[in-house]
């Protein structure tokens, strides 16, 4: 299993990225998939995640209306549209995958790829 994210970059407050996480080794649609940041100092969070049991979404309250997960299982890939991007959105960005969790919880995922910088800065 194998997970490769990109996308990220230095954005202006207000502004848009797109993450794309290309996986190899599975596939998505039989996995639970989901994006996680880790900001200097703090835990790594779930920013918004499918479940593994029934493709439902998750978002953390911070994300949501801002946030939107997405996967295509033709390309085999998970991707993140960010909008409306804050400073605090700041962080290093890691997709992540486990073929059994229903969470979106860090501890849960047994694979990640190896996380890409966003920066929301004036």
């Known amino acids: 299993v194998q997970l490769q994210a990109s996308g990220g970059g230095l954005v202006q407050p207000g502004g848009s990225l797109r993450l794309s996480c290309a996986a190899s080794?599975?596939?998505?649609?039989?996995?639970?998939v989901g994006w996680f940041r880790q900001a200097p100092g703090k835990e790594r969070e779930g920013v918004a995640c499918?479940?593994?049991?029934?493709?439902?979404?998750y978002y953390a309250d911070f994300v949501k209306g801002r946030f939107t997960i997405s996967r295509d299982n033709a390309k085999n890939t998970v991707s993140l549209q960010m909008n409306s991007l804050k400073p605090e959105d700041t962080a290093v960005y890691y997709c992540?995958?486990?073929?059994?969790?229903?969470?979106?919880?860090?501890?849960?995922?047994?694979?990640w790829g190896q996380g890409t910088q966003v920066t929301v800065s004036s």
């Open positions: 992540a995958a486990d073929p059994w969790t229903s969470w979106c919880q860090a501890s849960t995922y047994d694979y």
């Open positions: 080794g599975f596939k998505v649609a039989s996995y639970a």
């Open positions: 499918f479940s593994s049991s029934d493709g439902t979404t």
